[in-house]
């Protein structure tokens, strides 16, 4: 009221036809901005949470795209089909939205941009430059070769670890199962019996009297104790030297340290094909690496060869990261100008010998496991067999 005139507070007319005016030109105007606005504001709010998509998932979509623009379809339309065929509701509607973003004229990497969680920047950086050079078609297809073959690895990986892991929660099943039903009905024989019993089954026998009698402090402590390891490393530093140190394990170093190779190699190959550059390719690939200590040090590599430093000679400086060969391999290639060729052989080799790795993996575990199981099977008979012998002689006395 207070900025109001003495006669605009005793004239409303002009007020009155000003609403007029917006009633004839726009009757349901107010209506349809109160419809709008929470559509709006629930779709920006639930964009980023609503979902998961996973790695078939995009490399479905990426695939598909790309097979579309090669045959000569528009990206809108493209896009329209796309999401009638995909399965993933949240992916739908990401695509979906993707297609109402290219039609008002916005480039569909910025467009990605908007889902973080559906698109890596690997994959938005890529398409940008697709994009640019009048190439998406292309990069789209060579994203989806790179996600396949991350498929196609990730899928022996799992079906290596199946057997021994099968073996290994058998044995633990196995063992619970002996330490709460079985030991207990012996203990009360042995106890009956007068015999002494051996150490293991004083340790069963406190064990379970333990669990009986603290069995709800034992749990918090136990959901306690996990809660506080999961929150210490996601912290950086924990996180980092946890990474560090798996490198380190026999074996198991060696599996991380070549699908870490493999991974920046491929990447780093995808990204050089499509026209970045090599400064921003490998910022980009350090975002991809799943091992940390391997992200920071193609970070910092990164950033040496923005001051003039080869990529071979900043491998060269990390021995214990990049193998000579590999090293070697692309110091042939930037003398050569076919960096991205022998990244892509560095990629097969590395992918080779972990395929093999893993196709042998059942038969080099096997002994371990043989021996694990033996041990445990073993342990059993001694803690038993003894007691077992003193109970039958006493019978005979």
């Known amino acids: 009221m207070k900025y109001l005139g003495n006669n605009q507070l005793n004239n409303p007319e002009p007020k009155t036809k000003a609403l007029e005016v917006i009633k004839v030109a726009k009757p349901d105007l107010k209506k349809e901005l109160t419809a709008a606005a929470p559509k709006i504001e629930k779709k920006s709010f639930f964009k980023f949470r609503t979902g998961k998509v996973n790695l078939t998932s995009k490399m479905f979509f990426l695939d598909n ?195 870490a190779l493999t991974r920046f190699a491929s990447n780093l190959n995808a990204l050089l094909v499509s026209g970045l550059s090599i400064v921003k390719a490998l910022e980009i690939v350090a975002k991809t690496l799943a091992n940390l200590h391997y992200r920071q040090t193609t970070q910092l590599i990164s950033e040496e060869l923005a001051k003039g430093i080869s990529l071979a000679d900043a491998m060269a400086k990390r021995p214990n990261l990049f193998p000579s060969l590999a090293i070697q391999l692309c110091e042939v290639g930037e003398n050569t100008g076919e960096l991205d060729q022998i990244l892509k052989k560095i990629a097969d080799y590395y992918e080779e010998r972990v395929s093999s790795v893993l196709a042998n993996l059942s038969t080099i575990i096997e002994p371990v496991l043989l021996i694990l199981v033996g041990i445990a099977v073993g342990f059993i008979a001694i803690s038993v067999i003894g007691p077992m012998y003193q109970l039958t002689l006493s019978f005979g006395q």
């Open 65 to 259: 795209l790309a097979t579309m623009l090669k045959a000569g379809l528009a990206l809108s339309p493209a896009l329209t089909t796309l999401s009638k065929e995909v399965k993933n509701k949240y992916l739908q509607k990401v695509i979906l939205h993707l297609k109402n973003r290219v039609e008002n004229g916005q480039p569909l990497s910025v467009s990605m941009k908007e889902y973080p969680d559906v698109f890596q920047e690997m994959i938005i950086a890529t398409v940008e430059v697709g994009e640019s050079t009048g190439l998406l078609a292309d990069a789209l297809a060579n994203l989806a070769g790179i996600l396949k073959a991350q498929k196609k690895l990730r899928s022996k990986v799992m079906g290596a670890l199946m057997y021994p892991s099968i073996v290994l929660i058998a044995l633990c099943g196995v063992s619970v199962f002996l330490a709460l039903f079985v030991f207990p009905q012996l203990i009360t024989i042995f106890e009956d019996g007068g015999i002494k019993l051996p150490f293991v089954l004083l340790a069963v026998q406190f064990i379970i009297e333990v669990i009986k009698n603290y069995a709800g402090f034992l749990l918090i402590g136990l959901i306690i104790l996990l809660a506080i390891l999961v929150l210490i490393f996601k912290l950086p530093k924990p996180k980092v030297f946890l990474h560090r140190f798996l490198l380190k394990i026999p074996f198991v170093g060696n599996l991380i340290k070549e699908l």
